[in-house]
């Protein structure tokens, strides 16, 4: 097997940003097991010795030969990329060749590795300028197994300086859940001081696995959806890159390839608004090319996409993994690697507020069965735990897919599909559809004779205009609004309604206010045909699951469901107890 690792050239190494920062226990780790990543492991185990400042990461890929051994510490030295050109089409995690050498400086570093092709396995240990010191033959399998010990045992202010190791075991936990959502595909066994402290099992996707990670999510919350999008069609061709021009200064210009022709992935794992949600924005991720990133401005993004959909306050369960052509993305921004310059962002903003409007649609004609229990209340629990919850494109059929079948104290409109049954609240359902339609045509009209308002403070005058409202003083006290939401045109609390919006809120709380105002009230009587018209315009809306203030909008009985419950799977003689 011939040597793959070699020392970068010089001019290679100038362009490369500041050196790897090894500055923790969760930065070695991190560092050892991209290596292990970029060797195709799919198995991992991480030993921790904290108290002892060791580290060691052992996989089953494809190891190296003693040639590479003896090359992997030194100075700039990767088998990841031979040129400068190869800094815009990187597919690995790792690619300075700096890690391993960083290592040697700040700890002890033994490598152990034997080619899956090989016969013999390999020990090498490393002085500080990162030239083997010693090798030996050793019997191993196939793989690598990495050591560091004494961790800053030479900079003992750096030890000082860090968390404990509490701390530091949770920023490693972290690590490794971040890493494992990304590469869902791998088996991770973490021990500490010689005990299992925590394993994840390998998962077909993200969404399979995030329960293990996040365990008051339930597989039934999520939604995962993954789409093939087109590169963007980049007119700005540039050589700046080729030219030499460091890529700190570079935002927007990139060097395309044939690959532009190409297709790159989205996958969503989305958690259903109506079914979990966050306190803080803690578990909005994003991911790029298999590692996590920090994009500000796709996080914010994300909860754009999800704005008028939750509660008050909370926030979304999003993972987002875009898998992009290397030549879209810039990684040489920091050490770290976790922030990039990704080329053409309005337009990848665009195609994750379109993959997230599928997700958080409903397919009413596929509902996943679960097991329920007869108790009635633990079945209610179960329909609105497992209810389906599919993206499908919308086709003809697909607002007929619900059939009107009666009204419950006229409030609840109950739906008949071909997998069960639906209870719909009327009220916020009309509110979601008169919402979007609001949105998308917010329009308001003169209003003749004047709405006369009386005893307005500064401040809700101020608020009424601020959200666009014509209003001037008409008298002692009075005050005259001469246009107002076209919506509230034909109701007679149009007074009312005008008061509300003058309490407070943007433009956005407004327009909820106005659909919450004019939606059809619970109590009220509806025919068949109303119930129906209802029906299809709440299915075609972009978030039908909540409304604007993050209530759930139906409940979903399946038919398996309503089987179990009546015992319809029970055979004749047992059930007349012969």
């Excluded at 185990?45 to 494809?62: E, F, H, K, M, T």
């Excluded at 996080?299 to 993994?321: G, K, V």
């Amino acid at each position: 097997m011939a040597s793959t690792i070699q020392a970068l050239p010089t001019e290679v190494v100038y362009l490369i940003t500041a050196g790897e920062v090894i500055d923790s226990l969760a930065s070695v780790v991190r560092e050892l097991v991209e290596n292990s990543l970029d060797a195709g492991a799919t198995r991992i185990v991480v030993y921790l010795w904290p108290q002892q400042w060791r580290i060691r990461v052992a996989d089953n890929g494809c190891g190296m030969n003693l040639e590479d051994l003896q090359q992997a510490a030194t100075a700039h030295s990767t088998s990841k990329i031979r040129s400068s050109d190869d800094l815009w089409k990187i597919n690995s995690l790792g690619f300075r060749g700096e890690a391993l050498h960083s290592l040697t400086t700040l700890a002890e570093l033994e490598i152990l590795s034997r080619p899956a092709d090989g016969n013999l396995g390999w020990r090498v240990v490393y002085g500080d300028d990162g030239k083997a010191q010693a090798v030996e033959a050793t019997a191993i399998a196939p793989g690598t197994v990495v050591t560091v010990s004494n961790l800053f045992g030479n900079c003992p202010s750096r030890r000082q300086g860090l968390p404990s190791a509490t701390q530091q075991m949770k920023a490693v936990q972290s690590t490794i859940h971040h890493i494992a959502l990304c590469h869902p595909q791998v088996t991770w066994q973490l021990w500490q001081n010689d005990r299992v402290w925590f394993t994840i099992s390998p998962a077909a996707t993200t969404g399979k696995l995030l329960p293990q990670i996040l365990p008051q999510v339930r597989q039934g919350d999520l939604q995962e959806l993954k789409l093939n999008i087109p590169h963007p069609q980049n007119s700005a061709l540039s050589e700046k890159l080729r030219a030499g021009v460091p890529p700190v200064e570079q935002t927007s210009v990139t060097q395309h390839s044939a690959l532009s022709t190409q297709h790159s992935a989205l996958s969503l794992v989305v958690g259903l608004p109506d079914r979990c949600h966050r306190h803080r924005p803690d578990w909005v991720r994003i991911a790029v090319n298999g590692r996590m990133v920090k994009s500000p401005e796709l996080e914010q993004t994300i909860l754009s996409a999800f704005h008028r959909t939750l509660p008050r306050d909370r926030y979304p369960i999003c993972l987002l993994h875009l898998e992009i052509s290397p030549d879209q993305i810039n990684w040489n921004r920091n050490p770290a690697k976790t922030e990039i310059y990704l080329n053409e962002i309005n337009y990848w903003q665009e195609q994750i507020t379109q993959a997230i409007d599928q997700a958080l649609r409903i397919d009413a004609a596929n509902f996943k069965e679960a097991v329920h229990t007869t108790r009635v209340s633990k079945l209610l629990k179960a329909a609105e735990e497992k209810g389906g919850y599919h993206f499908q494109p919308k086709t003809e059929n697909t607002q007929h897919s619900l059939k009107a079948v009666a009204q419950v104290s006229n409030t609840y409109i109950v739906a008949e599909h071909s997998g069960g049954m639906w209870l719909v609240e009327q009220h916020i359902a009309h509110e979601r559809v008169l919402y979007e339609q609001i949105c998308d045509n917010w329009q308001l009209v003169p209003v003749e004779p004047s709405i006369i308002l009386y005893q307005l403070s500064p401040a809700q005058v101020s608020q009424l205009q601020r959200i666009g409202l014509e209003i001037e003083t008409f008298g002692e006290q009075l005050w005259a609004v001469r246009n107002i939401p076209a919506l509230l045109q034909q109701r007679e609390d149009c007074a009312d309604a005008i008061l509300e919006l003058s309490w407070g809120g943007d433009l956005q709380t407004a327009q909820v206010a106005v659909a919450c105002r004019s939606a059809i009230r619970n109590g009220t009587p509806l025919n068949l045909q109303e119930m129906q018209t209802l029906l299809d315009q709440w299915q075609r809306t972009r978030n039908p699951r909540t409304c604007p203030h993050g209530r759930p909008i139906y409940l979903s009985l399946e038919e398996s469901a309503l089987a179990r419950f009546f015992r319809r799977h029970w055979v004749i003689g047992k059930s007349h107890g012969i």
